[in-house]
């Protein structure tokens, strides 16, 4: 029971925030090019992820039932605004000097983005998609409301019977799993980021 709800919760996860970097990531490069927007489409994320949680799930069943398509939207939506925030942060906050001695040396705009600004972001892209992932993995034990399954079955079973090993059998997973992905990507960071960046 628990090995199937753990794999079911792994799924939820790495499904939403695969998708929400997929999302986020060309969305906050967009908006790093063509500021006018940022704040507006930040500011819809931002609204998105003041609803609560277990409301935000609510508010989707009646339009997608219920399962793991209802529970993968609400964790895509608490995903994307730490990987679009930071990933536009840290685009915008590339010192102009570097961008014009990159323009300099005859680099076009996608060489400019490729090899000077992305890299130079990498720290804050990489911050924010942590932190996504570890709130992704959290807001994944409600997923068991819309019957999506993952390990917030056994947590609320616990709580149903007054069990706190099953509580603790349920959240210590999610603990581990949460701790495990950052460590992940922790590693993926350092290997990425240029040699002259690292400390």
Do not use: C, W
Request: glycine share 12%.
């Amino acid at each position: 029971m628990i090995q199937s709800a753990f794999l079911e919760h792994i799924y939820l996860s790495f499904v939403a925030v695969a998708i929400g970097i997929a999302i986020a990531l060309p969305t906050g490069i967009l908006i790093a090019r063509y500021r006018r927007y940022a704040e507006p489409i930040i500011g819809v994320t931002a609204i998105f992820q003041t609803i609560p949680s277990l409301a935000l799930f609510g508010f989707l069943v009646p339009i997608l039932g219920i399962g793991s398509p209802t529970a993968l939207v609400a964790l895509i939506i608490y995903a994307l605004l730490p990987i679009l925030r930071n990933t536009y942060t840290g685009i915008t906050g590339v010192d102009g000097s570097v961008i014009e001695a990159g323009r300099g040396m005859g680099m076009t705009r996608t060489q400019i983005l490729r090899q000077i600004e992305l890299p130079l972001a990498l720290p804050f892209i990489m911050a924010g998609i942590r932190t996504a992932t570890v709130l992704t993995v959290g807001i994944a034990t409600l997923a068991t409301f819309v019957g999506a399954g993952g390990l917030g079955d056994i947590i609320y079973r616990g709580l149903q019977s007054y069990n706190n090993a099953l509580v603790l059998a349920g959240a210590l997973p999610v603990a581990l799993l949460a701790i495990g992905f950052d460590l992940v990507l922790k590693q993926i960071e350092k290997r990425m980021t240029p040699k002259g960046l690292k400390i």
